[in-house]
T-cell receptor
Framework: GNSVTQMEGPVTLSEEAFLTINCTYT??????LFWYVQYPGEGLQLLLKATKADDKGSNKGFEATYRKETTSFHLEKGSVQVSDSAVYFCALTLTQGGSEKLVFGKGTKLTVNP | NAGVTQTPKFQVLKTGQSMTLQCAQD?????MYWYRQDPGMGLRLIYYSASEGTTDKGEVPNGYNVSRLNKREFSLRLESAAPSQTSVYFC????????????FGSGTRLTVV
C-alpha cells in the first residue's frame, strides 16, 4: 500500500547545527510529496512540497529533494534555530475516490537548544 | 483571516455522551477532511468529503459520523464517546489538485473520561 516512513524522534540539536530528517515512501504511481510542521499547540502548516522527481522544495531555510530512485524526500536545514523546535511530518498524496488524500508519516519531534 | 475554523478548541466528555465537532472553511475548497492525532501514530484519516454532498470513510471511521452540510462546513459527530476517542482532532480542506496541499484548522483537544 501507500505509506510514509520517517525517522523516529525525538531529535535534539544545538542552535546552528545541521538538520536531516529522513523520509522514505511507498506509493503506486507518482505522488506529490510534502513536509508539514506543527508548532506546539497549533495545527499543521505546509512547510514545502515537490510534485515530481528531482524537484526541490524549499522554504524558511529548509529544503527537500524528491528522489524517485531512492523513494526519498529527506528534510534538511543548514543551521537550525531555537524557533525551529516543532514536530515535522512527511506526507504524500494519493488519489482515491475522486479526492486527493494525504498520507502522513508518524512525525519527528525536533528540539533545538540555545 | 481566511482559513479553517474548528470549534470547540477543548472538550471533556463522559463515556457514552455525544457531541459534534464543527469545521468551516472560507477558501471555497471542494474537499474537506477529519483527522485524529495520537502520540506515536501521526495523523490518521477518519472521514473525508471530496465534494459537497459526498462523504467517504478513511482509515479509522468506527465510532464516528460526518455531515457535509454545505461547501463550507463539515462536521464530525461522536454518538457515544469512548475513552479510546480521546485525541486531538484536526479538520482540513483542499482545493482541486492535492498537490497544493491542505489547510488545517488549529484542532480540538477531546478528552473522554
Amino acid at each position: 500500500g501507500n505509506s510514509v516512513t520517517q525517522m523516529e524522534g525525538p531529535v535534539t540539536l544545538s542552535e546552528e547545527a545541521f538538520l536531516t530528517i529522513n523520509c522514505t515512501y511507498t506509493a503506486t504511481g507518482y505522488p506529490s510529496l510534502f513536509w508539514y510542521v506543527q508548532y506546539p499547540g497549533e495545527g499543521l502548516q505546509l512547510l514545502l512540497k515537490a510534485t515530481k522527481a528531482d524537484d526541490k522544495g524549499s522554504n524558511k531555510g529548509f529544503e527537500a529533494t524528491y528522489r524517485k530512485e531512492t523513494t526519498s524526500f529527506h528534510l534538511e536545514k543548514g543551521s537550525v534555530q531555537v524557533s525551529d523546535s516543532a514536530v515535522y511530518f512527511c506526507a504524500l498524496t494519493l488519489t482515491q475516490g475522486g479526492s486527493e488524500k494525504l498520507v502522513f508519516g508518524k512525525g519527528t519531534k525536533l528540539t533545538v537548544n540555545p | 483571516n481566511a482559513g479553517v475554523t474548528q470549534t470547540p478548541k477543548f472538550q471533556v466528555l463522559k463515556t457514552g455522551q455525544s457531541m459534534t465537532l464543527q469545521c468551516a472553511q472560507d477558501m471555497n475548497h471542494n474537499s474537506m477532511y477529519w483527522y485524529r492525532q495520537d502520540p506515536g501514530m501521526g495523523l490518521r484519516l477518519i472521514y473525508y468529503s471530496a465534494s459537497e454532498g459526498t462523504t467517504d470513510k478513511g482509515e479509522v471511521p468506527n465510532g464516528y459520523n460526518v455531515s457535509r452540510l454545505n461547501k463550507r462546513e463539515f462536521s464530525l459527530r461522536l454518538e457515544s464517546a469512548a475513552p479510546s476517542q480521546t485525541s486531538v482532532y484536526f479538520c482540513a480542506s483542499s482545493g482541486t489538485g492535492g498537490w497544493s496541499g491542505y489547510t488545517f484548522g488549529s484542532g480540538t483537544r477531546l478528552t473522554v473520561v
